[in-house]
């Protein structure tokens, strides 16, 4: 009975463990890697600008009563577009720091993907802020760091 008893803990041990494993992999597929290769970071650059116009027609959208609120979606939506640009700059910065030479045209591209990533904070940090002024501010803030955005993918070969 008493090797019955043993054995039963160390396979609901051993359970335990591989199902902690696999929540901590699956959470991580949710995060956006930054990586230094230029088609990776180009391409996060890319899917950032076509989720940040769907964002941008969604809160747009919004209505400016703030008894409704936000849709998860959107919320879900927003965190994804900053995790993408924020991966995007990180990834250029590990670049930089990695050439011999800095490449002015990158170390620009960067300084303006960092500007943009601070402005893609606004939709996701301030969702509790008066309806009125998080439509205006969301607005405003992607619609410069789209800009940024595109000059970036100008700038980048």
Do not use: C
Request: hydrophobic fraction near 45%; proline fraction near 6%; charged fraction near 15%.
């Amino acid at each position: 009975m008493m090797k019955f008893v043993s054995g039963f803990n160390i396979v609901l041990v051993g359970l335990v463990v591989v199902l902690m494993a696999t929540g901590t992999v699956h959470a991580q597929t949710d995060e956006v890697a930054p990586s230094k290769d230029p088609a990776v970071f180009k391409a996060q650059l890319l899917q950032y600008t076509q989720l940040t116009r769907r964002n941008l027609r969604e809160i747009q959208a919004l209505s400016p009563d703030d008894s409704a609120p936000i849709d998860p979606a959107l919320r879900g939506s927003a965190h994804r577009a900053y995790q993408l640009i924020r991966a995007a700059q990180w990834g250029m910065g590990v670049a930089i720091q990695q050439q011999t030479f800095k490449d002015p045209m990158l170390v620009l591209a960067q300084k303006r993907a960092e500007q943009a990533w601070h402005l893609s904070r606004y939709p996701v940090d301030y969702t509790n802020a008066p309806r009125p002024e998080y439509i205006s501010q969301s607005v405003q803030n992607l619609n410069q760091a789209l800009r940024l955005v595109q000059q970036i993918l100008v700038i980048l070969p």
